[in-house]
């Protein structure tokens, strides 16, 4: 039989249909939620055979709990409670078709790293992917794994897939930022990048077919699938709006370019936690002089490139303040070993010794003298600062400049917030904030006006924890790198672990990827010691995460219970934590 709307009961038979409606209503009363019920009638008598809360989609949860609260069936409190946040991603990002996705053949899977779905030709190199897309071609940027010198090409690709690499693997990180759609880690495929081809289970892809990513899933799928656009509702903002009165945790965005800013205001951030400056260096017109700067054997020729440098970055965070509105914007201090700014390929080599007058044997010798054995726990962070001062200097002047002309111009009272990275000994943070104070302070008396900044530092050393009260007396904020201090607390690297986790997941030895969702046990005890010791030297201490685990809702339960006074997360995460800190806020409550 075709089914037929429930008020066609009415009109048949109006008795029955009424007394559907009450008992409809008695259990949705009673069980506080939406009902999905089964019953039968016979010869006139209505039997109820079940009932259960019903299952929903992302939009049906929002405009069920909307309703409910304007029926005044449950509080706002309580319509908070029924949102799972990892939900509501589904709702910012594009998907697939559902009717066209049942036609095509799953070929791989890897991790969800970034969700959204994406469909385009397959791209072997970031460069390919950059002229394909200006060519007016869609393209998935395949590769290996991705490092910096891929950006440009992972902006111009619809998303991106990556044989090795977890979910804080640069490919991962960078594609949430982006909110670009990205699996990761898909190891069945095997790429080779130099004669373009993708092999999965002995069928040969080449630069001409199309694949399709699902990062909500991490299914990569064979041809192309069409996508619809995301449709977000009046119900949206409503609910959204509730759990802002409702939280006391503050939310704010990770981001490095006015587009990402802009993108997470309208997602509600309020302010920025953190601006990764290294990736402001990589665009086509700054990384010669960037690497003019690193490859500079003199103080004076460093300082020569970076005078060159200034103008652009002062640029960028000038875009920035203006795309955040007057909100706080904490801008971090250059933080990976120079060597990744460095080309690898013998050709651009060649042409990076020409271009600077230096021989190829000279700039290899330059290149092998900043090859690290471990660089991620090398020559990085605030130790670049320590070698290098006129690098925070140039970063200061360019911070503080740029918040001079906006005020001015907009007639805000932008706070800029400088940040230093990887900062395990008081001494450090003492020394690099020292460069940062001599250069900001004679700017703004030179310029005879008023600027508040502050200068913080990130914790993301096991050591910068346990000597948090020393540390505190430094610095005006703290903001944890749970990337960083997850690697550092277990002593495996974010960007190999993925590889051997699996063994551990499988014989269940980790539930979970610490690099996702926060460990409490181990790493939140780091995170708990310098929260206390913090506090206990500056009672009001202001305190920030901007870790990936900013975004992840158990681990805003466990920042927001420890006290901190925001998290900070990829814009698209940005609603996910409102509606996890507001949630928390109801279960737990603070002040
Ligand atoms: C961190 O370590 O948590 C962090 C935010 O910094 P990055 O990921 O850039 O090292
Ligand atoms: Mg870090």
Redesign the pocket.
Known sequence: RTPQPIEELEKQMPETYNQFVEIVNKLENHYHDMQDMEFTIEEGKLFFLQTRNGKRTAQAALKIAVDMVEEGLVTKEQAILMMDPKQLDTLLHPAFDTEEMKKHEIIATGLPASPGAATGKIAFSALEAKERHEAGEKVILVRQETSPEDIEGMIAAEGILTVRGGMTSHAA?VARGMGACCVAGAGAIKVDEKNKTMTVNGKVYSSEDYISLDGSTGDVYEGNIATVEPEISGHFGTFMSWADEIRSLKVRTNADTPHDAAQAIKFGAEGIG?T?TEHMFFAEDRIFIMRQMIVARTEEARRAALEKLLPMQKGDFKGLYKAMEGHPVTVRFL?PPLHEFLPTKEKEIADLAAELKLSVADLNGIISDLHEFNPMMGHRGCRLSISYPEIAEMQTRAVIEAAIEVNEEMGWNTVPEIMI?LVGEVNELKYVKNIVKKTADAIIAEKGVELKYLVGT?I?IPRACVTADEIAKEADFFSF?????TQMSFGFSRDDAGTFLKHYYDKKIYDFDPFAKLDQTGVGQFVKIAVEKGRGVKENLKLGV???HGGDPSSVHFFHENGLDYVSCSPFRVPVARLAAAQAQVKNPRK
Not at 481 to 485: H, Q, S, V
Request: aromatic share 0%; glycine share 14%; proline share 7%.
């Open positions: 990180v953190l990764r933080d990275p990130m993301e790198g749970t990337n960083d201090l901007c870790g990936e």
